[in-house]
C-alpha cells in the first residue's frame, strides 16, 4: 500500500535503509510535508509520519545524527513563543515512566527555547526504538533509534466508514480497511472510473469515490442489485426499500460520484470496445458464502448462442474459479487504460499454493501479492496488476497456451478444499474434547 502511494503521491524508499518487511519504521524521501500530509490522508497501514532529525544504533549515534541535523530546519519549531513535548514509543518493549523521562532528558543539547506543554502543543516531538519482533527475545538495548518531529497520522478512515454502521450491507460486504487499501493499489485518484464487476452492496466502490473516483459494477444477481429480498443484518428479515448501493454513497455524502450499477454477466461482453476504467476493483466469489454463477446452460451451445437475436436471459450455470479470473484478467487487459490497474482477491489453498499458479496475461505485469490468512489451510491473495501492453485480438486466449492456466484449474476445488479443512478441524475438536 505504501508504495503504491509514493508512486502516486509523489517520493520513494531512502537509499538509507533495505527494506525490512519485519520492522514497523521505514524511512521514505517524501519531497514536501504537503506530499506527506497527503499520503497519511489516504493509508490506512501507516500510523504516522515524521521528520526524521535523527535516527542512529544506538543512543550514541543517534545524538551524533541531531547535532548534525542542519540548524535551520529546526530553529522554527523551537522558538521561545511556542510549546512542545516529546513522546517516547518503544517497539516490543515496555519502559518504565523514570526509564522514559532519563531519555527525554538525555535530548538537553537540542536548542528547545519554547515551553512544555502536554495536553495542546504546537509541536510534538518522538523517540522511537525499535527492539526487534522476536517477544521472547527482547534485547537490553534497541536495534534502531529515531528522533523526529510529528507531522500527521490517522486512523478515522475505518472507523467512519465501518460496516458495522452502513446502511445497506451483504453477508460478504468487504471490510472498511481493506477497501482503502484496494484502493490505495489501484491508485484511484479523483476523476478516476472505477469499476467493479461483481459489485454486491457497492462496498468497495465507496473507498473509490472517497478518492473523488466515479465508480460504477455489475453483478449477476438482480437481487443485491435492487435491494431485494432477505436482509444479511441481525434481527432483521427483508431488507428495506431504500437499502442500496446509491443510498451507501448517499449516506457518506459521496452520491455525485455514483454512475449506476447494471444487471449483468461479467463472464458476457456488454461493454463498448475501448479502454474505459482507470482501475477495476473487485472480489470475485469463491463458492463459500455466495455462489459462483453465470448466464448459460452447461448444454449450451455456440450454434444457439449464434442463432439467437432475442436479449434472452439463460438459465444460470457453475462459473468456475480457474474461469472467473481469466475471464477478469482478459476483460481487465482490454478495458483498463495503459497504466491502469486490476485489484483483486484470489482465494489460496495453502498447502497447494506456489507462485506458478496466480493467474497471468501478456498485457498485465504483476505489481504485488500479500497474502491474508482466513484458517490454517486457506487464504486469499490480493493481487495488484497493471496495464503495460495494448490490447490485440491475438491477446484475447493467450493465457489458455500459458502453462500458468492447468496448475490454477485445481482451484476450481477450492470450496471443497475449504470445507475439508472445516470438517476436519471440527472431527480433531470433538476428539480432543472426549479425551
Given at each position: 500500500?505504501?508504495?503504491?502511494?509514493?508512486?502516486?503521491?509523489?517520493?520513494?524508499?531512502?537509499?538509507?535503509?533495505?527494506?525490512?518487511?519485519?520492522?514497523?519504521?521505514?524511512?521514505?524521501?517524501?519531497?514536501?510535508?504537503?506530499?506527506?500530509?497527503?499520503?497519511?490522508?489516504?493509508?490506512?497501514?501507516?500510523?504516522?509520519?515524521?521528520?526524521?532529525?535523527?535516527?542512529?544504533?544506538?543512543?550514541?549515534?543517534?545524538?551524533?545524527?541531531?547535532?548534525?541535523?542542519?540548524?535551520?530546519?529546526?530553529?522554527?519549531?523551537?522558538?521561545?513563543?511556542?510549546?512542545?513535548?516529546?513522546?517516547?514509543?518503544?517497539?516490543?518493549?515496555?519502559?518504565?515512566?523514570?526509564?522514559?523521562?532519563?531519555?527525554?532528558?538525555?535530548?538537553?543539547?537540542?536548542?528547545?527555547?519554547?515551553?512544555?506543554?502536554?495536553?495542546?502543543?504546537?509541536h510534538i516531538f518522538w523517540i522511537l526504538?525499535?527492539y526487534g519482533m522476536n517477544p521472547n527475545?527482547?534485547?537490553?538495548?534497541?536495534?534502531?533509534?529515531?528522533?523526529?518531529?510529528?507531522?500527521?497520522?490517522?486512523?478515522?478512515?475505518?472507523?467512519?466508514?465501518?460496516?458495522?454502521?452502513?446502511?445497506?450491507?451483504?453477508?460478504?460486504?468487504?471490510?472498511?480497511?481493506?477497501?482503502?487499501?484496494?484502493?490505495?493499489?489501484?491508485?484511484?485518484?479523483?476523476?478516476?472510473?472505477?469499476?467493479?464487476?461483481?459489485?454486491?452492496?457497492?462496498?468497495?466502490?465507496?473507498?473509490?469515490?472517497?478518492?473523488?473516483?466515479?465508480?460504477?459494477?455489475?453483478?449477476?444477481?438482480?437481487?443485491?442489485?435492487?435491494?431485494?429480498?432477505?436482509?444479511?443484518?441481525?434481527?432483521?428479515?427483508?431488507?428495506?426499500?431504500?437499502?442500496?448501493?446509491?443510498?451507501?454513497?448517499?449516506?457518506?455524502?459521496?452520491?455525485?460520484?455514483?454512475?449506476?450499477?447494471?444487471?449483468?454477466?461479467?463472464?458476457?461482453?456488454?461493454?463498448?470496445?475501448?479502454?474505459?476504467?482507470?482501475?477495476?476493483?473487485?472480489?470475485?466469489?469463491?463458492?463459500?458464502?455466495?455462489?459462483?454463477?453465470?448466464?448459460?446452460?452447461?448444454?449450451?451451445?455456440?450454434?444457439?448462442?449464434?442463432?439467437?437475436?432475442?436479449?434472452?436471459?439463460?438459465?444460470?450455470?457453475?462459473?468456475?474459479?480457474?474461469?472467473?479470473?481469466?475471464?477478469?484478467?482478459?476483460?481487465?487487459?482490454?478495458?483498463?487504460?495503459?497504466?491502469?490497474?486490476?485489484?483483486?482477491?484470489?482465494?489460496?489453498?495453502?498447502?497447494?499454493?506456489?507462485?506458478?499458479?496466480?493467474?497471468?496475461?501478456?498485457?498485465?505485469?504483476?505489481?504485488?501479492?500479500?497474502?491474508?490468512?482466513?484458517?490454517?489451510?486457506?487464504?486469499?491473495?490480493?493481487?495488484?496488476?497493471?496495464?503495460?501492453?495494448?490490447?490485440?485480438?491475438?491477446?484475447?486466449?493467450?493465457?489458455?497456451?500459458?502453462?500458468?492456466?492447468?496448475?490454477?484449474?485445481?482451484?476450481?476445488?477450492?470450496?471443497?478444499?475449504?470445507?475439508?479443512?472445516?470438517?476436519?478441524?471440527?472431527?480433531?475438536?470433538?476428539?480432543?474434547?472426549?479425551?
Amino acid at each position: 500500500e505504501i508504495t503504491s502511494l509514493l508512486s502516486l503521491c509523489g517520493g520513494q524508499f531512502s537509499g538509507e535503509q533495505e527494506i525490512h518487511v519485519n520492522s514497523p519504521f521505514w524511512i521514505l524521501n517524501i519531497p514536501s510535508e504537503e506530499m506527506a500530509r497527503g499520503l497519511m490522508k489516504r493509508t490506512v497501514c501507516a500510523k504516522s509520519i515524521f521528520e526524521l532529525w535523527g535516527h542512529g544504533r544506538s543512543a550514541g549515534e543517534l545524538y551524533a545524527s541531531l547535532k548534525n541535523y542542519p540548524m535551520d530546519k529546526m530553529l522554527p519549531y523551537l522558538q521561545s513563543d511556542s510549546t512542545y513535548k516529546v513522546h517516547i514509543h518503544t517497539f516490543n518493549k515496555t519502559l518504565t515512566q523514570a526509564q522514559k523521562i532519563k531519555k527525554i532528558d538525555a535530548l538537553e543539547f537540542l536548542p528547545f527555547k519554547g515551553k512544555v506543554n502536554l495536553k495542546n502543543p504546537e509541536h510534538i516531538f518522538w523517540i522511537l526504538e525499535d527492539y526487534g519482533m522476536n517477544p521472547n527475545n527482547v534485547p537490553e538495548e534497541p536495534f534502531h533509534l529515531y528522533f523526529g518531529r510529528w507531522v500527521h497520522g490517522q486512523r478515522e478512515l475505518i472507523e467512519s466508514y465501518s460496516v458495522k454502521k452502513r446502511h445497506f450491507i451483504g453477508n460478504t460486504s468487504m471490510d472498511a480497511c481493506l477497501s482503502f487499501i484496494m484502493a490505495n493499489h489501484g491508485r484511484v485518484k479523483p476523476n478516476d472510473v472505477v469499476y467493479d464487476p461483481f459489485v454486491g452492496t457497492g462496498g468497495l466502490l465507496i473507498s473509490s469515490a472517497h478518492f473523488g473516483a466515479y465508480v460504477c459494477g455489475t453483478d449477476i444477481d438482480y437481487n443485491t442489485i435492487h435491494g431485494l429480498g432477505k436482509a444479511s443484518r441481525k434481527n432483521q428479515k427483508w431488507r428495506g426499500p431504500d437499502e442500496n448501493i446509491r443510498a451507501n454513497l448517499r449516506q457518506y455524502g459521496l452520491e455525485k460520484y455514483y454512475l449506476d450499477a447494471l444487471v449483468a454477466d461479467s463472464s458476457r461482453p456488454i461493454w463498448r470496445k475501448g479502454m474505459l476504467f482507470d482501475a477495476i476493483i473487485t472480489d470475485p466469489p469463491y463458492g463459500i458464502r455466495e455462489a459462483t454463477r453465470r448466464t448459460g446452460s452447461p448444454k449450451e451451445t455456440v450454434k444457439s448462442v449464434e442463432r439467437s437475436t432475442e436479449n434472452h436471459i439463460f438459465v444460470s450455470s457453475n462459473y468456475h474459479l480457474s474461469d472467473i479470473f481469466f475471464d477478469l484478467l482478459k476483460f481487465a487487459a482490454e478495458y483498463l487504460v495503459m497504466g491502469g490497474r486490476l485489484v483483486y482477491w484470489l482465494p489460496i489453498y495453502r498447502p497447494e499454493y506456489t507462485e506458478e499458479i496466480i493467474p497471468r496475461h501478456p498485457c498485465l505485469k504483476l505489481i504485488s501479492n500479500c497474502e491474508q490468512m482466513l484458517s490454517s489451510h486457506t487464504s486469499r491473495r490480493l493481487i495488484t496488476m497493471e496495464k503495460v501492453k495494448e490490447f490485440k485480438d491475438q491477446d484475447e486466449n493467450s493465457y489458455l497456451l500459458d502453462g500458468q492456466y492447468m496448475p490454477y484449474r485445481g482451484h476450481n476445488s477450492f470450496r471443497e478444499k475449504y470445507f475439508s479443512g472445516v470438517t476436519k478441524r471440527i472431527a480433531k475438536e470433538e476428539k480432543d474434547n472426549q479425551k
